[in-house]
Nanobody, 114 residues
Framework: QVQLVESGGGLVQPGGSLRLSCAAS????????MDWYRQAPGKERELVAT???????RYADSVKDRFYISRTNAKNTVFLQMNNLKPDDSAVYYC????????WGQGTQVTVSS
């Protein structure tokens, strides 16, 4: 069974940075693409960033040049470095693995506020 555990969320002032982590169980991690999604209250869940098994990355336009996704297969972990955070970035952030029908983490809250 695949399990994903996110960490690193919190409260940060506008312009600040946070680094989210997602630890995945199972040896299948290294062959699967990974995503970060986010969902703000009253809004649909949206795709923020994707990293393929070989490290190719894609980003939503709203986070380009501010957020960076990376992974370390040795530790079955994917990261989301978030810089120059804005209040509109406030949301619950979810880790997702593109395996079978997909698996989700429990989410971690990010709040950007002064």
């Amino acid at each position: 069974q695949v399990q994903l555990v996110e960490s690193g969320g919190g409260l940060v002032q506008p312009g600040g940075s946070l680094r989210l982590s997602c630890a995945a169980s199972g040896m299948i991690f290294r062959v699967a693409a990974m995503d970060w999604y986010r969902q703000a209250p009253g809004k649909e869940r949206e795709l923020v960033a994707t990293i393929s098994s070989v490290g190719t990355t894609r980003y939503a336009d709203s986070v380009k040049d501010r957020f960076y996704i990376s992974r370390t297969n040795a530790k079955n972990t994917v990261f989301l470095q978030m810089n120059n955070l804005k209040p509109d970035d406030s949301a619950v952030y979810y880790c997702h693995i593109q395996l079978n029908s997909g698996y989700w983490g429990q989410g971690t809250q990010v709040t950007v506020s002064s």
